[in-house]
């Protein structure tokens, strides 16, 4: 009878063992599942992000987005609905000092025209915010966020109000005083940010690609070089990104439009006029140009550089990696330069936008592969 006992307490007790396996099989397929979920969740959102930056930009190059002049996070999302409240928002468009001293005269139709462009940069920065808050909320009371997400994704959100605050921050900028403009540093603030939130979300939608036992094992191939590479152009890129959005704020893609020279010489006339000396690095057209050519001159030769060193990589999906970096890096360049010799008309200047977003989008996903190197894909 002993013996038997013992025969059914270690049939019993491999059950166990088998339904305690089962179950942790179960959780980790449904950990895998809610991975998927959360990155279809941060796709969208991506998409929007990418969206939003083109419509700022558009609406900074039509001379837009001073035409709301009112912060009103909720009941701004209705438009004007009757020919009074036209008339009311025009009046109040009337006061600021871009009218004044730059667009007085217009016309009712004319003044339309740029609010819808400016509504829509907001009403869209509102649909992002929605689509997270119902995202973030569902995944959050149905227990689907993966062990050690939630404080990521409530970042990405947390980043998305502060963006709304700092728009409000630029756009306030500008209806007082004598600017015609919002704040040149303020607008790179603004643009920064969204930069910043794209990239997260970017990297994000990249982690959860891979499970994280993949990720773990990813991590141990790493080549501390590679990824030293990847990191300095990602700041490199940002910085860039930075300048661009100076050069926007004060429209000085529009002078000096000789290229390889500027106005005849390498530096530009006067680059040093304003007092005191360090507004010349945010103010001077002519200086801020000069920042943003060298810059990309800097980051290609930093993109071939970081590209040759590729090469003696056994990874394939790593050198592919630089190699689309080393390709956007050369359109934008020359796309750059178009750019400026068109005194940056609308069309060819969101294309250049354009060409940074795909920039940056691929600089960080370069950085993702040389942290987490794919190990079966190794070329000689």
Partial sequence: M???????EEVSGSKQEKTVSAVGLIERNSQENNRGAIQIWLKILFSLVVVMILVGGLTR???????????????????????????????????????????????LSEFKFIYWWEWGHRQLGRVIGLVWLIGFITFFALRKIPNGWTGSLLFVGILGGLQGAVGWWMVSSGLTGTMLDVASYRLATHL?????ILGYLTWFILLLGRSEKILLQSRRNMDPKFVSLSTGLLHLTFLQILVGALVAGIDAGRNYVDWPLMAGGFLPPDPFELSPWWRNFFEDDGLVQFMHRMIGYTLFLFCLFAWRRSRSSGNSTLKFSFNVILAIAFFQMVLGIATVMYAAPWEIAIIHQFGAILLWIFVIRARFVTKYPPSTIITS
Wanted: net charge neutral.
């Fill in 2 to 8: 002993t013996k038997k006992r013992a025969i059914f």
């Fill in 61 to 107: 190059l039509t001379d837009s987005g001073l035409s709301i002049t009112e912060w009103r996070p909720i009941t701004g999302a209705l438009p004007p609905l009757s020919s009074e409240n036209w008339l009311l928002e025009f009046e109040k468009y009337k006061q600021i000092p871009e009218y004044e001293l730059q667009n007085k005269g217009m016309s």
């Fill in 192 to 196: 920064g940010l969204a930069f910043v």
